[in-house]
Each structure stands twice: as structure tokens, then as C-alpha cells.
């Protein structure tokens, strides 16, 4: 459908991430339509299409005659079938599309969520979005907005191969039941209790063992609440907590490099040095400096 679209958009740039998977940067002005462009009402079975967007709108009509529009900084999953009867677009609008079939894509898919340690159903997720009239806005969360974030830090050559693996994730999330969640049962409130004490002890080790011992589950279950819950592994929202708590210190206290770093559960300044570099593009002497 807007796959179909971008390939006759002179400013779309496509670009093959993995088999079955492509991803396009798209930024297209308002000069060429004067009135909302229209979309073809074509989606195969077994291709999913997932919009970041970033201007302009989508707004996506079902054969029902209800209606659903994306914005900036939202994401909306489409998939085959005959339930959506057309859409639209608004220009100016720009953002990245994620185009994946699903057949052609099953190899590379399965090798891609083992290496992540995920298990993907896309029947399951075909199945939800058969409900949900062929398509589904996703609703801000930590989730999306942890990967408009680092959608906007990353290069331009890096986004589309970001996109797939954030709609990989999505898919992943989408397989969860849609009642009885982790987020609504005590499950929800032992990870979240684990979230706040990681936040109170950044300046300790903390370990997937020790964690999972603290709060009575086996690492790999664990792992997965965690990841369905916050949009992140706990590594890398610890990593990112830590980064961020280590910039607040250097902009309001007067510890050294090596007090942040100690601060924030980094045992070397060279460590957390080249972790913040990576974050923020400077070093932390120089960042504090600059604010």
C-alpha cells in the first residue's frame, strides 16, 4: 500500500536490509499535491508494512468506514488482506517505511529473533490485525518513544536497518496476548518494583542472576516481561539509564569524570569515557564544559 506508493516517489530512497525486507527514507514536500495524495487500497497477504513517522499524516480507511491517522512521532502497522479500502497522505510528509514479506523474509527472520532471543508468530500477528481491520496505531510508550530517540541520533545510512529491527520488536510485542498482558498482572508489578530498585543502585553491579534471584523469576522469563514492558533488553535500558543519570550529574554536581563514572556503576573512567562518547558525541569533560 505505501510500499506501493514510495516506489514511484522520485525522493523515496529504498534500501534491501535482509531477504524480504526493505526499508525507505522517505521526505516528500508539498510542491508536486496540492490536496491529500491518495493511497492504493493493495496490501498482499503475508506483507506487513510499518510507518515511523515523522511529518505529515497517513490516514487509512477500513471497508467498515472507520478511520485511523498516524502523526509525527507515531507508528502504524499495516497488514494484507481486503479490510482497508483506501488512504491518504498529507504532505509535507517524511519518516521511514518498513516493507516485509513474510514468506520471503522467514529465513532471515528466524535467524534474526534467535540472535535477539525472541519468538516471533506472524500468523498470531496476522490474525490480531485481521481483527483490527487490516491496521493498528501503535500508542506511545517507552517502547516508541525509545526508538524515535535513537532514530534521530543515527546517520541517515543507519535508519532503515534500525526501522527493521524496531518492527521486528514490534511484531514480537504484537504476539503477546491481548488480555491478560504481563502490564496488567502481578507479573507487571514485580518488573516494575525491579525497574525503580535498578534506578535507586546504578552505581551497583548489576547482574541478570542477581536480578532475577532479587525478584523470584528465571532470567529468561525475566528478560522477556522486561523487554514486552519497557521496549528495551534491561542491558541496554541499564546502559542508557546510566548515560543519562552520568550527563545530569556532570551538568549539577561538582564530581570528578572518575566520581560520575563511580557514580553510575562504571568501574574505569576510560569505560565510561567511551560509553559516553558514544552517547552524546563528546567527552564528558568537554560536555560539562559545553553546558
Known amino acids: 500500500m505505501l510500499a506501493e506508493y514510495l516506489d514511484r516517489a522520485p525522493q523515496a530512497l529504498w534500501q534491501t536490509v535482509m531477504p524480504g525486507a526493505r526499508a525507505c527514507l522517505f521526505s516528500l514536500d508539498g510542491e508536486e499535491s496540492s490536496s491529500p495524495d491518495g493511497l492504493p487500497p493493495r496490501l498482499e497477504q503475508m506483507h506487513f508494512e510499518v510507518l515511523f513517522c515523522l511529518k505529515g499524516s497517513?490516514?487509512?480507511?477500513?471497508r467498515d468506514g472507520t478511520a485511523l491517522t498516524a502523526g509525527p512521532r507515531q507508528i502504524l502497522l499495516l497488514a494484507g488482506g481486503s479490510a482497508l479500502a483506501g488512504g491518504r497522505l498529507e504532505?509535507?510528509?517524511?519518516?521511514?517505511l518498513v516493507a516485509v514479506d513474510a514468506?520471503?523474509?522467514?529465513?532471515?527472520?528466524?535467524?534474526l529473533c534467535a540472535l535477539l532471543g525472541l519468538t516471533l508468530d506472524t500468523g498470531q500477528v496476522r490474525r490480531r490485525m485481521d481483527?483490527?481491520?487490516?491496521?493498528e496505531l501503535v500508542g506511545r510508550s517507552p517502547w516508541s518513544q525509545s526508538a524515535f530517540e535513537h532514530l534521530a541520533r543515527?546517520?541517515?545510512a543507519e535508519r532503515g536497518r534500525w526501522c527493521v529491527l524496531k518492527s521486528v520488536e514490534l511484531l514480537y510485542l504484537l504476539c503477546a496476548p491481548e488480555e491478560g498482558a504481563p502490564e496488567e498482572g502481578p507479573l507487571a508489578r514485580t518488573v516494575a518494583d525491579l525497574r525503580r530498585y535498578m534506578e535507586e543502585h546504578l552505581d551497583e553491579s548489576l547482574t541478570i542472576p542477581a536480578l532475577s534471584r532479587r525478584?523470584?523469576?528465571?532470567?529468561?522469563?525475566?528478560?522477556c516481561a522486561f523487554r514486552r514492558m519497557y521496549g528495551q533488553s534491561i542491558h541496554a535500558w541499564l546502559r542508557d539509564r546510566r548515560?543519562?543519570?552520568?550527563?545530569?550529574?556532570?551538568?549539577?554536581?561538582r564530581l570528578s569524570v572518575l566520581g560520575v563514572a563511580q557514580a553510575v556503576g562504571y568501574g574505569s573512567a576510560s569505560q565510561f569515557s567511551a560509553a559516553f562518547r558514544q552517547r552524546y558525541g563528546t567527552a564528558p569533560g568537554q560536555y560539562r564544559k559545553n553546558v
Open 58 to 62: 497517513v490516514t487509512l480507511v477500513r
Open 91 to 96: 504532505r509535507p510528509a517524511s519518516g521511514v
Open 103 to 111: 514468506r520471503q523474509a522467514r529465513e532471515s527472520l528466524e535467524a
Open 131 to 135: 481483527r483490527k481491520g487490516g491496521c
Open 154 to 156: 543515527l546517520p541517515q
Open 215 to 223: 525478584c523470584c523469576l528465571s532470567p529468561t522469563a525475566l528478560k
Open 243 to 253: 548515560l543519562e543519570r552520568a550527563a545530569e550529574l556532570l551538568r549539577a554536581s
